[in-house]
């Protein structure tokens, strides 16, 4: 297991050796991610593990932990939102090989012989985010400024709704 991440490996060479890394990166180093927080400060702790699985499938295990700040979209406060990831990808050299993965495996295309260790973990992690952010304990509901509430009594007919819609307009 290595501490040093390379830029990019040869992820098969990297199967076939069953090498590993493991570290810590810092959150404002990942600009995709860095865009979608609060507030870059922290890291994040990684490590991944390149191998073959016993049925001979090339794979690479990433294990990821970050506690991420997030704006609120209810309330637009930030706060503190953990995150771990386990996940074990697949590695592909073209898209016709995702179907020959097994279940429980992502794939990850590996089309010109390299990738990136610190992008498979930002992207992991990115896929990780719920898509949208409320913090725990935020209130259920709030009503914007402007906004009216119209109570419709419930009719046989869906048209007459509609036209007592119709009538709160004039």
Same mark, same amino acid.
């Given at each position: 297991?290595?501490?040093?991440?390379?830029?990019?490996?040869?992820?098969?060479?990297?199967?076939?050796?069953?090498?590993?890394?493991?570290?810590?990166?810092?959150?404002?180093?990942?600009?995709?991610?860095?865009?979608?927080?609060?507030?870059?400060?922290?890291?994040?702790?990684? %490590?991944?593990?390149?191998? !073959? $699985? @016993?049925?001979?499938?090339?794979? *690479?295990?990433?294990?990821?932990?970050?506690? +991420? /700040?997030?704006?609120?979209?209810?309330?637009?406060?930030?706060?503190?939102?953990?995150?771990?990831?386990?996940? %074990?990808?697949?590695?592909? !050299? $073209? @898209?016709?090989?995702?179907?020959? *993965?097994?279940?429980?495996?992502?794939?990850? +295309? /590996?089309?010109?012989?390299?990738?990136?260790?610190?992008?498979?973990?930002?992207?992991?992690?990115?896929?990780?985010?719920?898509?949208?952010?409320?913090?725990?304990?935020?209130?259920?509901?709030?009503?914007?400024?402007?906004?009216?509430?119209?109570?419709?009594?419930?009719?046989?007919?869906?048209?007459?709704?509609?036209?007592?819609?119709?009538?709160?307009?004039?």
């Amino acid at each position: 297991m290595s501490n040093a991440l390379p830029d990019f490996v040869d992820p098969w060479r990297m199967a076939q050796a069953r090498r590993g890394f493991a570290g810590s990166i810092a959150l404002k180093q990942l600009p995709r991610l860095a865009g979608m927080l609060a507030s870059t400060d922290g890291e994040l702790n990684y %490590r991944v593990d390149f191998g !073959r $699985d @016993e049925s001979g499938v090339t794979c *690479l295990d990433v294990h990821a932990d970050a506690d +991420l /700040v997030l704006t609120c979209q209810r309330t637009l406060q930030a706060f503190v939102l953990p995150v771990s990831i386990d996940q %074990r990808l697949g590695l592909i !050299r $073209d @898209e016709a090989q995702e179907s020959a *993965l097994p279940e429980g495996y992502e794939p990850l +295309l /590996v089309a010109d012989g390299k990738a990136s260790i610190r992008d498979v973990i930002e992207d992991e992690i990115i896929l990780a985010l719920p898509l949208v952010a409320l913090s725990p304990g935020a209130p259920l509901e709030q009503v914007a400024l402007g906004e009216s509430r119209v109570e419709v009594e419930i009719s046989a007919s869906p048209f007459a709704v509609l036209g007592s819609l119709g009538k709160l307009n004039h």
